[in-house]
């Protein structure tokens, strides 16, 4: 089981911005792949970013050169750091984490809100 926390969100102007954090119950190490999800009003939710344990990271086209991944094994912690935040960036995100095996395991967190306006 892993538990996954997420802070950081809250009200940003257009081009501004904002650190994500998703704090997990467990060592992350042995963790496949972390990631971050978002959902906003009326959308599907859409996948944002991945990181990897070896540490490949992987980005949607729609925030490429904006958000950054990472991830601090050392304080169970994936990060998402997001600049020149746009007004379509607005949305519920949510950290997502995937141990692989025969079994796949996949866990969610609550969510943090992102608003992005003026």
């Known amino acids: 089981q892993v538990q996954l926390v997420e802070s950081g969100g809250g009200l940003v102007q257009p081009g501004g911005s904002l650190r994500l954090s998703c704090a997990a119950s467990?060592?992350?190490?042995?963790?496949?792949?972390m990631g971050w999800y978002r959902q906003a009003p009326g959308k599907q939710r859409e996948w944002v970013a991945t990181i990897t344990s070896s540490g490949s990271t992987n980005y949607a086209d729609s925030v490429k050169g904006r958000f950054t991944i990472s991830r601090d094994n050392a304080k169970n912690t994936v990060y998402l750091q997001m600049n020149s935040l746009k007004p379509e960036d607005t949305a519920v995100y949510s950290c997502?984490?995937?141990?692989?095996?025969?079994?796949?395991?996949?866990?969610w967190g609550q969510g943090t809100q992102v608003t992005v306006s003026s």
């Open positions: 467990r060592n992350i190490f042995s963790i496949n792949v």
């Open positions: 997502n984490a995937r141990i692989l095996g025969l079994t796949t395991y996949v866990y």
